[in-house]
């Protein structure tokens, strides 16, 4: 079996193991849970924690040979100082602060990089049942465990193009990218899920001038790319993955439908 045909298969087994860290995950939504915060300020919770301690221990079982770098493990012990060409990118609760806030944009996510770039990954949000993956043919998405069905971007509506942005964004900073890029209107979301809405034809664009690390969007890249779009930084150069020496920080980013 060639390795194009085994990263092809990943992702649904991928999915597999993001559905397994929602069932998890979603009970301890509205909970009450305690939040504790990092030392960059972040809030992380028992979610974050089992749903890592999850997703690490179903990698390890499938995907031995296969190194991995997750968020609450990298906040606990720091990244590694260099990586291979091949590694997963694993974010549990991309989305916290919404989860803590009982909102329902949050996700579970995890991504294959080789040689620097997202080549299988899936996400899931645990309150809509909603899972998106790649496979050979494309990006397709599945709800509830459901038959899996392929999305696709759509091409750019002229007078109708949709941006999403973050909750913090002001409206200073939106007009100013509106001018930027040229879309017409904006929506307010968190997490990666906005890579996903894009991928399905929900939305169009979505720039990002500010920090992300990689486990934050590599599944989305891989979701969104796989379902047409691409993910690029602002001046259009390709988006690189594995910077170990920045400690797998990102810079600015523009995500875009078809």
Known sequence: MTQAHDNNDIGAQLADICEAA???????????????????????????????????????????????????????????????????????????????????????????????????????????????????????????????????????????????ISHTMSAETAAALAAQYGFDRTQAMDSSIKLCRIAEGGADIYPRHGTTMEWDIAAGQAVLEGAGGRVTTPEGEAFAYGKADKGFKNGWFVARGA
């Open 22 to 164: 929602a069932r998890l995950i979603l009970p301890l939504w509205r909970s009450g849970l305690a939040v504790t915060h990092k030392a960059d300020a972040s809030p992380v919770t028992e979610a974050d924690q089992k749903g890592e301690a999850l997703i690490l221990k179903a990698l390890a079982e499938r995907f031995p040979d296969i190194p991995v770098v997750s968020e609450e493990d990298a906040s606990e012990f720091g990244t590694p100082d260099e990586i291979g060409p091949r590694f997963f990118l694993v974010d549990p609760l991309d989305g916290t602060k919404a989860f803590v806030k009982g909102d329902p944009n949050f996700t579970v996510n995890i991504g294959l990089i080789e040689n620097g770039r997202p080549v299988a990954g899936a996400v899931t949000a645990p309150p809509t049942g909603e899972t998106w993956f790649t496979t050979a043919a494309g990006t397709v998405k599945r709800r509830d465990g459901g038959p899996p069905e392929p999305v696709r971007a759509r091409a750019w509506p002229k007078g109708d193009a949709v941006a999403l």
